[in-house]
């Protein structure tokens, strides 16, 4: 098992800047990629970034890519997501993932464990 704990959402105008924290513990030791999702009233969850636990490849959503950045601090067992030049329709819910497949990095239905979400709000 493997639990995850996301902090840092919160209300910010237009072009502003959030960083989201995500918190690993369990059995951490088999994790392949570490994701985060979003997902908007009324819309599907949707993928955002995904790091690899290892050798810290990152992936993004074309509407995020230049915007927004995934790190991970092994030490720690702590994933980021760094939100520059935020837009209104970035507004939704945060989740924080674990895949332990090495296949799917963007794959919604490939993380097995997920966070309780953190709620961003972009305002115009």
């Known amino acids: 098992q493997v639990q995850l704990v996301e902090s840092g959402g919160g209300l910010v105008q237009a072009g502003g800047s959030l960083r989201l924290s995500c918190a690993a513990s369990g059995r951490t030791f088999n994790i392949y990629y570490m994701g985060w999702f979003r997902q908007a009233p009324g819309k599907e969850r949707e993928f955002v970034a995904a790091v690899s636990w290892s050798g810290g490849s990152t992936y993004y959503a074309d509407s995020v890519k230049g915007r927004f950045t995934i790190s991970r601090d092994n030490a720690k067992n702590t994933v980021y997501l760094q939100m520059n030049s935020l837009k209104p329709e970035d507004t939704a819910a945060y989740y924080c993932?674990?895949?332990?497949?090495?296949?799917?990095?963007?794959?919604?239905?490939?993380?097995?464990?997920w966070g309780q979400g953190t709620q961003v709000t972009v305002s115009s």
């Open positions: 993932a674990a895949n332990q497949s090495p296949y799917g990095s963007s794959a919604r239905g490939a993380y097995a464990y």
